[in-house]
């Protein structure tokens, strides 16, 4: 079964330190989902028209439990703490199997 995957950039993050509601709620979640992270906030090399932003990587053991995890209801009260402004382009992708 191919595995999903959540993945995120942020390409407007003006204040990092708001995303700590959002953090001590996702982080719980996710992993109550199944969710292990496999990137957040680490160095990026941008090509193209990439951005040098904030991006996270989450990682379930398939695509399904991936959306079920996003649609969850720990997850959404998680969405509830993104402070405003904060832009994001967030997907959920299956992997190849």
Do not use: C, N
């Not at 193209?48 to 959404?76: K, L, M, N």
Request: charged content about 25%.
């Amino acid at each position: 079964m191919a595995k999903g995957y959540w993945v995120s950039v942020y390409p407007a993050t003006s204040a990092p330190e708001g995303l700590t509601a959002y953090d001590k709620l996702a982080g719980p979640a996710v992993r109550a989902a199944g969710g292990r992270v496999l990137s957040r906030g680490s160095r990026v090399v941008a090509h193209e028209a990439g951005i040098t932003q904030r991006v996270v990587v989450v990682e379930f053991d398939s695509f399904e439990q991936a959306v079920a995890a996003y649609e969850s209801e720990a997850y959404q009260k998680a969405l509830v703490a993104l402070p405003d402004g904060f832009e994001r382009d967030f997907r959920i992708t299956e992997g190849i199997d």
